[in-house]
């Protein structure tokens, strides 16, 4: 049996490449694993060598030290590998097929998976629904960033993509199927997009950016991106998309500028809880993605709200968002009549359709993200790149399949 390296959080601003035990077919105790899922067989898993793995918005929660993620987590949760061992309950997914997988992990069993709803299985976290591999309160599943990873009920969770060679061709692209592919779309289906629509996606960082190629794909007519990055809006700009320096005004007066009114149809909000206020020397301001959308989003529309928000955060401004508690003006968007989308993204409900659109050419997300591949070694250079808000989505290649 091989060893295994993997990525692992260890205090605020650090993460290190460190060793761990190969998978198997049961979860082990470990940091962040849930007391009552210790020791849970897993016949139904799949022990996955990885081809391909990114760093997320989502991890640098954790890693900046904004949530109760405990020390030594091993991080990553966007997994895209080859089966390289199936367990005893494994039926059609085989060694050798090469997957993508949800960063939802989802029984396929209980009420919420049997409604599509992946992202609240009821099954395999026992402090609250919904599961994901190397994140906090997520169950406690070892994560994968990482050399090999096991994938619970891997033929319910595994997508396996239809040829090998022409899989790893398209790998750039593909590997943005296990989260913020999906997850951009959900937000842009969530806050209505369709034909003609006129979009405010908030966030420039790959999730945004997702969310615009996601408007694109809908037919919108207008994808206006807003974030206080220049590089960032430069790449939203790159393909196709408008943009709104958010340090340079007020954002009704830019979408004024680009649409001849100073609203749009749908909002989507690809920023979550770690906002920063608008305006040059803005600090940390939590609701204001969330007001401003209810503010520039037309009555009767919805907001799509992909960005995550926490319900402990050690280093929230106040005390109410170190709870989880903001402050929103929900009479603007009560008077208003809108909706609210939130949550995990349900990846199954779309992975299989953006497979086939990226697979015909019907998009380039991997260009559209600026995709880069490093190696594992250097996941702490990627993640200290990231933090400083470089306009790259950085993938790792553990296993040398990216060369
Ligand atoms: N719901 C899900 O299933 C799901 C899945 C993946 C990621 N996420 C979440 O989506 C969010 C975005 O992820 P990412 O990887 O793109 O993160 P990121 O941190 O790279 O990007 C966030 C961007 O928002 C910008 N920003 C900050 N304040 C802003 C404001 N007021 N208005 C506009 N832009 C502002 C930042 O400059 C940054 O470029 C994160 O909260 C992440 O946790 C959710
Ligand atoms: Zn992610
Ligand atoms: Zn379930």
């Known amino acids: 049996m091989s060893g295994n390296k993997a990525v692992a ?30 020791g849970r067989k897993l016949p139904h898993g799949a022990i996955i060598k990885t081809v391909a793995t990114n760093i997320c918005g989502s991890d640098q929660h954790m890693v900046r030290g904004r949530t109760t993620a405990p020390a030594n987590l091993v991080l990553g949760h966007e ?14 997914i085989k060694v050798g097929d090469i997957v993508s997988v949800p960063f939802n992990i989802a029984c396929g069993r209980c009420r919420n998976c049997k409604e599509r709803k992946t992202g ?19 169950g406690g599943w070892v994560g994968g960033q990482a050399e090999y990873v096991l994938v619970p009920y891997a033929d319910f969770n595994a997508l396996k993509f239809p040829d090998r060679d022409q899989a790893l061709e398209k790998i750039m ?10 997850t951009g779309f959900h937000g842009a289906v969530t806050a209505g997009v369709g034909p003609g629509s006129t979009v405010y996606i908030a966030g420039a960082g790959p999730v945004g950016l997702a969310a615009a190629t996601g408007a694109q794909l809908l037919g919108a007519a207008a ?45 989507v909000d690809a920023v979550g809880f770690e906002a920063r206020g608008h305006g040059k020397d803005a600090g940390e301001a939590p609701a204001t993605v969330l007001n401003s959308l209810m503010d520039v989003t037309t009555a009767g529309g919805a907001l799509g709200i992909p960005g995550l928000y926490v319900t402990g955060d050690p280093g929230g401004v106040d005390e109410a968002a170190q709870k989880g508690s903001l402050s929103l003006s929900l009479g603007t968007g009560w008077a208003k009549s ?23 050419d019907k998009v380039s997300i991997g ?12 996941a702490p250079r990627g993640y200290a790149e990231f933090d400083a808000g470089a306009a790259t989505k950085y993938v790792l290649n553990p296993n040398g399949y990216l060369d």
């Open 9 to 38: 959080y260890k205090s605020p601003g650090v993460v290190e490449v460190i060793d761990i035990d190969y998978p198997t077919f049961e979860l082990k105790d470990g940091p962040g694993v849930n007391p009552a899922n210790i």
């Open 79 to 92: 997994i895209t590998g080859e089966v390289v061992e199936v367990g005893p309950g494994v039926e059609f």
């Open 120 to 138: 609240i299985c009821l099954n395999v976290n026992p402090a609250r629904p919904g599961a994901a591999y190397g994140y906090v309160d997520m």
């Open 173 to 182: 692209d593909l590997t943005m199927l296990s989260d913020i592919f999906p």
């Open 223 to 267: 994808v206006i991106v807003g974030d206080l990055n220049a590089d960032r809006l430069a790449q939203a700009r790159s393909f196709g998309c408008e943009t709104i320096d958010l340090t340079a005004g007020d954002l009704a007066d830019q979408i004024e500028q680009i649409l001849g009114v100073p609203e749009v149809d749908c909002g």
């Open 338 to 360: 809108l909706s609210f989308n939130t949550g995990q993204c349900p990846v199954m409900k779309y992975n299989r359709q953006l497979m086939m659109a990226i697979l015909h």
């Open 367 to 378: 260009k559209n993200v600026n995709a880069k591949a490093i190696s594992l070694d250097d």
